[in-house]
Structure formats: structure tokens, C-alpha cells
């Protein structure tokens, strides 16, 4: 029996087809990859020929073996983790302060959105400058109220607080935007009911607006989350993962496997960016889950 699709279903493919290639190529394909690169020996020459012998799970053993493992795993979940926090709180005061309206707020609003559109390469040396041990604007500031100069980049003391310092700087705006959205969303006859109740400010932010915001404000730490897990960029142009591997994070740490070592180890590079990919799905999957018990 032949099923003959109408015109309506053949532009339908036509509007999906683009999608579904995109999705193919620049997704299922290099994670496929990925995921055979972990599974196999590769050396530069296998590499080149495609002839690398087949190795299961050796690479990822390889990396749970690795002294660097707990060090790189520790840095990860704070760097994360405080970046998460901080993002969340800086935005949700920031979107608080500008969903009342006053003159200038919108280009206040606009000037917050700077960090968030600059290339991650004009961030990361900007606060490689501002955190310059001897001519940093930081260090110049400290010295103004009498304290002594910090080697922000250089010492395994302050190098993972110094990134992710920079990543809090890069995401406030992200998170303003989203958490000022929902903000707006929230129907201003709910807190008009609340005052002639009685409700207090602070009574109406714990009882109206932060339950209201739930939803929003679990979708933005959602993405925040998968975002940071996969920062790169701010930490290999801040310290390179140092110095002596105090800010090298699951990130940083795969790309020094697999091509920053003269005798690169392609199989255990590509292992640690599996473990970042299963980590990203895991709390996507919690969140869905949570999200779909939320819904009556």
C-alpha cells in the first residue's frame, strides 16, 4: 500500500530538511566521532590512515587512572558551580532593579549586554590585563587602599578564582535578560492583591515572585549549566589550565590531551569530552523530568 504525501507534507519536509542536515552534519556526525575516537588507540599516523585498533573502554579507564582526573574533576564542579551561583543571584538582582521603570533604564539594560556580545577572546584579554600581576588595574586598585599586589593569574592560590571570576562577568547579562523576561511576565494585579493583603516586599518577592519565576529560573541555570561545563575559551587564553594545573577543568584538560602535548592521546582527549557530554545530558534529562511531574 503506497502512501502518497500531500503538498502541505511535502513542504512540510521541505521547511524540516535543512534542520534535520544541520543537525546531521554539525551534530550527530562529529559526536559520532567523538565517540569512536574514545573507543579507539589513535596515534597521529592511525589517525591519518583510519587503521586505529580497537580499544573499548581502555582510554576511559586510562583517564580515570590519571592523577589528573580528581584535581581536574574538583576545579569543573566550582568552577561551575560558583559561576552558577553568582550569575543567577547578580542577574536576578539586576532584573529586580530594572523591572521598575525609571529614565535610562533601558539603555542601563543595554550597556549590561556588552559582556554578554563581545568575543570570547576580547573578554578573556581584557581580564588578562585588569588581573596583570605588575601593571593589572585590579593590582593598582589594591594598592590605592593599602593592600599588597595579588598574583591573580600566576599563583595556584588564585588562578581558578581569577577564570571564573571573568566567566560570573561574561553570564550576568544572559542571566538578567532571561530572569528579567519572565519577570515581565508575571501579571502586576498578583502583587497589587498581595499589598492590600498586607505583604511586605519581602513577603511578596519568597511568596509571589520566586515561585512564579521557578520555571524560567530553572531554564536558565539549565543552560548556564551546559554553557560552563564546556568553557574553554576564558580559561586556555586566561592561564592555560595552570599554573601546574590549579584551573585545568574537564575542558581544558581534554583539549591538552588530545592536542596539547607533543605525542597527543587522541582516545583519552576525546573520553574526557564524553564525560562532559553524559554530564550535560544527565541534568538536562533531571530537568525534563522535573519540569514534566510540574505539569498537572
Same mark, same amino acid.
Given at each position: 500500500?503506497?502512501?502518497?504525501?500531500?503538498?502541505?507534507?511535502?513542504?512540510?519536509?521541505?521547511?524540516?530538511?535543512?534542520?534535520?542536515?544541520?543537525?546531521?552534519?554539525?551534530?550527530?556526525?562529529?559526536?559520532?566521532?567523538?565517540?569512536?575516537?574514545?573507543?579507539?588507540?589513535?596515534?597521529?599516523?592511525? @589517525?591519518?590512515?583510519?587503521?586505529?585498533?580497537?580499544?573499548?573502554?581502555?582510554?576511559? %579507564?586510562?583517564?580515570?587512572?590519571?592523577?589528573?582526573?580528581?584535581?581536574?574533576? +574538583? *576545579?569543573?564542579?566550582?568552577?561551575?558551580?560558583?559561576?552558577?551561583? @553568582?550569575?543567577?543571584? #547578580?542577574?536576578?538582582?539586576?532584573?529586580?532593579?530594572?523591572?521598575?521603570?525609571? &529614565?535610562?533604564?533601558?539603555?542601563?539594560?543595554?550597556?549590561?549586554?556588552?559582556? +554578554? %556580545?563581545?568575543?570570547?577572546?576580547?573578554?578573556?584579554?581584557?581580564?588578562?590585563?585588569?588581573?596583570?600581576?605588575?601593571? /593589572?588595574?585590579?593590582?593598582?586598585?589594591?594598592?590605592? =587602599? !593599602? %593592600? !599588597? &599586589?595579588?598574583?591573580?593569574?600566576?599563583?595556584?592560590?588564585?588562578?581558578?578564582?581569577?577564570?571564573? #571570576?571573568?566567566?560570573?562577568?561574561?553570564?550576568?547579562?544572559?542571566?538578567?535578560?532571561?530572569?528579567?523576561?519572565?519577570?515581565?511576565?508575571?501579571?502586576?494585579?498578583?502583587?497589587?492583591?498581595?499589598?492590600?493583603?498586607?505583604?511586605?516586599?519581602?513577603?511578596? @518577592?519568597?511568596?509571589?515572585?520566586? &515561585?512564579?519565576?521557578?520555571?524560567? $529560573?530553572?531554564?536558565?541555570?539549565?543552560?548556564?549549566?551546559?554553557?560552563?561545563?564546556?568553557? @574553554?575559551?576564558? #580559561? +586556555?587564553?586566561?592561564?592555560?589550565?595552570? &599554573?601546574?594545573?590549579?584551573?585545568?577543568?574537564?575542558?581544558?584538560?581534554?583539549?591538552?590531551?588530545?592536542?596539547?602535548?607533543?605525542?597527543? $592521546?587522541? /582516545?583519552? !582527549?576525546?573520553?574526557?569530552?564524553?564525560? %562532559?557530554?553524559?554530564?550535560?545530558? =544527565?541534568?538536562?534529562?533531571?530537568?525534563?523530568?522535573?519540569? *514534566?511531574?510540574?505539569?498537572?
Amino acid at each position: 500500500m503506497r502512501v502518497r504525501l500531500g503538498s502541505g507534507q511535502w513542504a512540510a519536509w521541505a521547511f524540516l530538511a535543512p534542520v534535520v542536515v544541520y543537525l546531521v552534519v554539525f551534530y550527530a556526525y562529529p559526536l559520532y566521532r567523538n565517540v569512536e575516537l574514545s573507543l579507539r588507540n589513535y596515534t597521529v599516523r592511525s @589517525f591519518v590512515r583510519g587503521d586505529a585498533p580497537f580499544a573499548g573502554f581502555d582510554n576511559y %579507564l586510562k583517564v580515570f587512572d590519571d592523577p589528573a582526573f580528581g584535581p581536574a574533576l +574538583w *576545579h569543573t564542579v566550582v568552577f561551575t558551580v560558583v559561576s552558577l551561583v @553568582f550569575q543567577f543571584t #547578580i542577574g536576578l538582582a539586576l532584573a529586580l532593579f530594572f523591572v521598575r521603570n525609571f &529614565p535610562l533604564s533601558a539603555t542601563l539594560r543595554a550597556l549590561f549586554l556588552v559582556p +554578554w %556580545l563581545l568575543p570570547l577572546i576580547v573578554s578573556a584579554s581584557t581580564w588578562t590585563w585588569l588581573l596583570n600581576s605588575e601593571s /593589572g588595574v585590579v593590582n593598582a586598585a589594591l594598592g590605592v =587602599v !593599602g %593592600l !599588597g &599586589p595579588v598574583n591573580w593569574l600566576t599563583s595556584p592560590d588564585w588562578s581558578l578564582w581569577s577564570v571564573t #571570576i571573568a566567566n560570573i562577568w561574561i553570564g550576568v547579562p544572559f542571566n538578567l535578560v532571561v530572569l528579567y523576561s519572565g519577570l515581565q511576565a508575571i501579571p502586576a494585579s498578583v502583587y497589587e492583591a498581595a499589598a492590600l493583603d498586607g505583604a511586605n516586599r519581602r513577603q511578596r @518577592f519568597w511568596r509571589i515572585t520566586f &515561585p512564579l519565576l521557578r520555571p524560567v $529560573s530553572a531554564i536558565t541555570l539549565l543552560l548556564g549549566l551546559v554553557y560552563t561545563l564546556k568553557v @574553554f575559551d576564558i #580559561i +586556555w587564553i586566561m592561564t592555560r589550565g595552570g &599554573p601546574s594545573g590549579s584551573s585545568t577543568t574537564f575542558a581544558t584538560w581534554s583539549y591538552r590531551l588530545g592536542f596539547g602535548n607533543l605525542v597527543p $592521546s587522541f /582516545g583519552p !582527549g576525546a573520553a574526557v569530552g564524553n564525560l %562532559l557530554i553524559v554530564a550535560a545530558l =544527565v541534568f538536562g534529562l533531571v530537568y525534563v523530568r522535573t519540569l *514534566h511531574r510540574r505539569v498537572p
